[in-house]
């Protein structure tokens, strides 16, 4: 599938959700004024969280950051490195494609929306697990978790389809929170706390 084909329904989705919230507002308006305009701001906080970043990455072969955010963790199990990331309330919370590669698998864990700080740590979270390799056959995994403020998940790439680093690739409403695991060989180059950009801040590499 191409790029713009991909881009095209990913937009075409944020659109939608744009369209159903602006038709609430429309009700809620009509239905009674002071509440319509509660509404509107919530619909301005809406837009303002689905807003789309275009940075100039650090360099061409790390991993870059998928979202605006701070390192909350840093993890070693043996055998891999995980980097756990969280954006705050007012950031984009748009996701965007760490490397160049294909889309190896992708899958849906049904689970509990448990709070942020041990959603990372329970094996029955709500999650998406995208595993991605690129065309040196790198490999990684993002887990995309679902927390009590984070109920709205979506990663419009399926198994097979290329993505193009930098470039839109989910969001996750409210307060976005990823998991990237690395393969041992991988060298963290982020610390615990440190605030990173979206397609910008390299995070990783080999």
Not at 33 to 47: K, M, Q, S
Not at 94 to 122: F, R
Not at 167 to 188: M, N, S, V, W, Y
């Amino acid at each position: 599938m191409r790029r713009d084909t991909i881009n095209s329904r990913f937009h075409r989705l944020g659109f939608s959700v744009k369209a159903i919230t602006a038709c609430i507002v429309a009700f809620f308006v009509w239905l009674y004024l002071p509440l319509g305009v509660l509404a509107f701001g919530c619909f301005l906080y809406l837009y303002l969280l689905l807003r789309h970043v275009a940075r100039t990455p650090a360099d061409k072969t790390s991993i870059l950051s998928p979202i605006d955010g701070r390192v909350v963790k840093i993890e070693n199990d043996g055998d891999s490195t995980q980097v756990t990331l969280m954006s705050d309330w007012l950031g984009s919370q748009m996701i965007y494609a760490p490397m160049t590669g294909v889309v190896h698998d992708k899958l849906w864990m049904d689970g509990l929306y448990l709070p942020p700080n041990v959603a990372t740590e329970a094996s029955d979270a709500a999650r998406f697990e995208v595993y991605m390799r690129d065309h040196d056959d790198r490999a990684i995994i993002m887990k995309l978790y679902g927390t009590h403020f984070t109920r709205l998940l979506h990663v419009p790439f399926e198994e097979g389809q290329s993505v193009m680093r930098g470039e839109p690739f989910g969001f996750a409403l409210l307060r976005a929170q990823i998991t990237i695991h690395f393969p041992q060989d991988f060298k963290i180059k982020v610390s615990e706390g440190e605030y990173c950009l979206a397609g910008q801040t390299a995070i990783a590499a080999e």
